[in-house]
């Protein structure tokens, strides 16, 4: 990702007095690209009844810059998705180191993690979301659908 | 001689009275509450299944402190009724009292150690008040024993109006009603957890609750101390002021402290400070 | 703004001092259930033909079904009453009753069998599905 | 100066469910809060790996016992959006209605709660006495007290009758002339004032830079309400989103206490506005399995929802996610208790009113 022109549109959410609304992140699993899996990572804002958001695809080990600077009350979800999908966010203003959930398993959501779980419970004979899931449009290639992050943030959605 | 089995008596008697009246209280505050309440004896098994239970205590001083603490609360009473000089039981129930602010901060625990500490601070506010009523019958009546100021053919009661008002205030205190309960709660949802009775279990906790059924009945005995010249007009008195507390308990929220200290001295300088005064300055 | 010498509940704590009490004597005075509450889910082993959707849809997993031993069984403690099991039994042997389960205590428990599990086997494939009778069973509790 | 360390929570009266803030007391004033929350983290939106998204719904609200019914209604919107179904339009009524209900029945309870934390145990039976005619409201039209299980994918399951429908308001009416009784309470008493007022304030840069939500926001002159969207009929009622400006303990209560009587009024608009009649539709039920994503957004008794929903054509949702609104007030509220009173600090964290099952979905 582009570190750069991405803080400086979270900046321009910022200035505008847009609220941030969301941190989320999305584990899409392993492609022939990105034999380790991919996150899907939205950052959503609010103003009034406009929703927007920023997308960016991360591989695992890329860093994120963390957006704590204009947004104070990222913190909770930077550290949300550092723990629960392992995406390196650096310079948060509060660091939570790893207890902000008390999770039994480390990284639940790292796309080897999912993968793992899958195939567990396939071997066990339980029904569960297959390990390969469907290539298609809204498939694991999400990588392909996401908006560059230079490009303007995905038409807001009123929900 | 007969006074000495007075206070015997009210060594028995009066946890039999205090745990009515709490049973009473309860009810009473369920109906205000729009509730129906527990059985009238619920206190009585309480202590009951207290006693029971498994005791723990975080430190082995709580126990001995909180005997000690029943001991001396039902020593206060004997005294009283014993026929001890007045300002000396007052003493006396202040170091009552003092004894479970101790066992509650021997415990290690931040929420019964902030709760001692808010204990000392009520007990700093009411304090001088009992010290002061003891002074203001004593100086009224002329003697200085419980039975001597019975046997006093005056009303005590119409020189000590100030005194009476204040009295009202700082039973809210003792009795542990709110607005002014900040260091022990009845109602369990507080800052606090249970103030300074957080750590006290089994055992412990039923000598707590018994040692404030000897308050109430020493209290009582207050009450009748200024009404002295009939014990069933006292009597009715404690009954009207017990009442009042419990409406008020269920009207008002917790204060906080600085609210409570202040209130409590202003009262008690206003009110018994200026009654004593005035009994000195227009007296003789 | 407060008056420092308003109390506006002592009004309230005076009339409810005389007015009937809102509480109920639970648990000898029980209110009956309304029509549409979602209590408890009644199985009736003759008409069950073991097809597993009750199974597969339940989401909470109370739900077990074994084909070859002809066993049902639901454990009540899992059970969230959301009245799928009912929606898409095409055989309609199951049904919401409107009463909720009575509680239990580990001791309530019959035969080893766990509070709150209730088992239907069907022993033969002649018989028409009488309960077992080391299962607890509604009938057996009755 | 001596400092205590009070472990606030995980199990604490104020609060019965787990977190817990590490507060740094300098005597009885609190000079730092450190928050650790996790203690149920339940795993809830894990659980799309193992329950077909026709199932999931039950899932989903079961993230909280008090919003459970606005919970299944947004994780059955999202689908909704992604597998584009018309609900037929009394359900939509319905649902409008019954997430109304909910907000009463939250701001009812949360008032009771609020009130036994500044130590007002009567005014908190008051409030918890209403509550329980809202429940039996619930439980007579959805079978459920709390947990409801009517929203499905493409509608409701149950009709309530018109007939129904004009009880229940009669009866709202009724709990709303005895709530303004108890509304006047606390907004009059002075034992309560000495508790609330100029306590714990929030200005209105700090609610938003600290991304608060809901009655936190609205207390601190935000007026931010996502029903003013419009989506799911808010639209055709007419009504005004409750603003106060002082920004302390009051102030969200106030909030909360116009926005019962403000829910009733809705309630009314839409019995007069829905579609009248004996088994008009309820359920569009979709077909296939879901492909593509959605945002949905909406306003919870406790604030703004926001749910994520990804699906790839499968029976299993790829991704689904809850922001619930208590995990956004958590900033505002760590930033509040710093500097206060301990005898404040029960307020402080009550008046965002926080469901800590909701942020640990």
Known sequence: MDRTTFLARIEEYHMGGWRLALINATSAMSTEEQPGGSFDVVWAFVKDNAFEYLREEIVPGDEVPSISASFPAAFLYENEIRELFGINVTGLNVDLGGQLYKTAKKIPFSPSAIRARLEANAAAGIASASPTPPAGPHGAAHAASSPAPTSAPTAGKTA | MNTAIYGLLFVVLAPLFGGLLAGVDRRVSARMQSRIGPPLLQPFYDVGKLLQKKTRQVNPVAGPLLLGHVIFMAA????????????????????????????????????????????????????????????GVCKVSGVSTFGDVLAYPQWVAPQLPGILIAFL???????????????????????????????????????????????????????????????????????????????????????????????????????????????????? | MANPLTLPMVRRSLRNLVARPATRKYPYEIRPSFGGARGKIEFDVTTCNYCMLCMRRCPAEAIRVSREDRIWSIEHLRCIACNVCVEVCSKKSLSMSNQPRKPQTPADGVDGQRPGHEEWHLAAPDTTGAPCPDAETPAAKA | MKRTVIPFGPQHPV????????????????????????????????????????????????????????????????????????????????????????RIQSHLLWLGLGADAFGFENLFMHCWRMREEILDIFEKTTGGRVIHSVNRIGGVKRDVSDAELAAILVRLEELGKAFKKTASVFATDPSIAHRLVGVGVLSPEDALSTASVGPMARASGLATDTRLGGANLYDQIDFQPVVETAGDCLARVAVRLREVEQSIGIIRQAIDKMPKGEGLPLENRPRGNPAGEAFTRLEQPRGEVVYYVKANGTKYLERFRARTPTFANIPAMIQLVKGCELADVPNIILTIDPCISCTER
């Open chain 4, 15 to 102: 609060l019965p469910e787990p977190i817990v803030l590490d507060l740094i007391l300098e005597d009885e004033r609190v000079v730092d809060a450190v928050p650790t929350i996790g203690y149920i983290h339940r795993g809830l939106e894990m659980m799309v790996e193992r329950v077909e998204y026709t199932e999931m719904g039950f899932v989903v609200e079961r993230i909280c016992g008090i919003c459970s019914f606005m919970h299944g209604m947004g994780y059955c919107l999202s689908l909704e959006t992604i597998m584009n179904v018309e609900v037929p339009d009394r359900a939509k009524w319905l649902r409008l209605i019954w997430a109304e209900i909910s």
């Open chain 2, 76 to 135: 206060t009473g004997a005294l009283l009724l014993g026929g001890t000089d007045l300002i000396f039981v007052a003493f006396v129930f202040a170091l009552a009292a003092l004894f479970l602010v101790l066992a509650a901060g021997s415990a290690n625990s931040p929420y019964s150690f902030t709760g001692a500490e808010r204990e000392l601070i009520v007990l700093l506010a009411s304090e001088p008040f009992f010290i002061l009523m003891m002074a």
């Open chain 2, 169 to 284: 205030i700082v039973a809210t205190i003792k009795l542990r009603k709110s607005p002014f309960d900040i260091s022990t709660s009845h109602h369990p949802h507080q800052e606090l957890v249970s103030g300074l009775t957080t750590d006290m279990s089994g055992r412990l906790l039923a000598y707590v609750e018994v040692a404030h059924w000897y308050e109430s009945a020493i209290l009582c005995a207050f009450m009748v101390l200024l009404f002295n010249r009939s014990w069933p007009i006292g009597l009715v008195a404690f009954g009207v002021a017990y009442a009042l507390e419990v409406l008020v308990d269920n009207s008002t929220s917790r204060a906080k402290w600085q609210l409570v200290l202040r209130s409590t001295w202003a009262a008690t300088l206003v009110l018994c400070g200026g009654n004593v005064l005035a009994l000195f300055v227009i007296g003789r």
